[in-house]
């Protein structure tokens, strides 16, 4: 079964408008992280943000936030006033257990288009 | 910020031969890595957690025969394809953690695009 769900494959979204990358997890796990990051056809991995199972208030990074719902198993990225870089695939990811030594998994991504 | 660092960016070989990809974490000191295989248009897979000091802990599927990794300092992780084959061909990336917290997140190398020939 998958670990982490990202069902858009792709995405087309105005320029300046908000965009929402959804991602779904499956942990039995009390402590786990959350990432999201960003690949632009480079192949680079750019991280984004991050947010801890414990952490009570949603994370933000400039123009990117998450939206956790904890109950849902649900970890949103969202994007504010969108630009022509943010074109790339996302990738949502989770580390399941407390160690920093934890494997990471990811999500299958979401391919972003920003149009002009 | 933390920095990996991953040689060769590209690597044409032919069939039967083996390829050496190195990983340096540049700035900090890295006792786990993670090694990732990446094919076009597809996620990331774990291939196989690399420990300084000890045996590398391999994702069912792989073959741990024909990937050798090797993590024989804290800041240097090498993955080596031996007998490389066309179905070898992908993108390789390696990882490792740049903080001490559990929220510090997988710094990764650019990346090494194995062609098989």
């Known amino acids: 079964a998958q670990k982490i769900t990202q069902t858009q494959p792709g995405m087309f979204v105005q320029e300046k408008e908000a965009v929402t990358l959804d991602c779904t997890y499956d942990?039995?796990?009390?402590?786990?992280?959350l990432f999201w990051y960003k690949q632009p056809s480079s192949g680079e991995m750019i991280f984004l943000i991050y947010?801890?199972?414990?952490?009570?208030q949603n994370a933000t990074e400039g123009r990117y936030s998450l939206n956790f719902q904890k109950a849902r198993k649900s970890a949103n990225l969202v994007i504010s006033a969108s630009q022509l870089g943010d074109s790339a695939m996302y990738f949502c990811?989770?580390?399941?257990?407390?160690?920093?030594?934890?494997?990471?998994?990811f999500g299958k991504g979401t391919r972003l288009h920003i149009l002009p | 910020g933390a920095v990996v660092s991953q040689h060769p960016s590209r690597v044409i070989c032919k069939s039967g031969t083996s390829v050496k990809i190195e990983c340096r974490s540049l700035?900090?000191?890295?006792?786990?890595m993670f090694w990732y295989r990446q094919f076009p248009k597809q996620s990331l897979m774990l291939m196989a957690t690399?420990?300084?000091?000890?045996?590398?802990?391999?994702e069912q599927g792989v073959e741990k025969d024909k990937f050798l990794i090797n993590h024989a300092s804290l800041t240097l992780s090498t993955l080596t394809v031996t007998s490389a084959h066309p179905e070898d061909s992908s993108f390789y990336i390696c990882?490792?953690?740049?903080?001490?917290?559990?929220?510090?997140?997988?710094?990764f190398g650019n990346g090494t695009r194995l062609t098989v020939t």
């Open positions: 990811a989770m580390r399941e257990g407390g160690r920093r030594d934890d494997k990471i998994i």
């Open positions: 942990t039995s796990d009390q402590s786990y992280g």
């Open positions: 700035d900090f000191q890295a006792t786990t």
């Open positions: 947010q801890g199972s414990y952490d009570e």
């Open positions: 990882s490792a953690r740049g903080g001490q917290g559990n929220n510090s997140p997988l710094h």
């Open positions: 690399s420990n300084e000091g000890s045996k590398a802990t391999y």
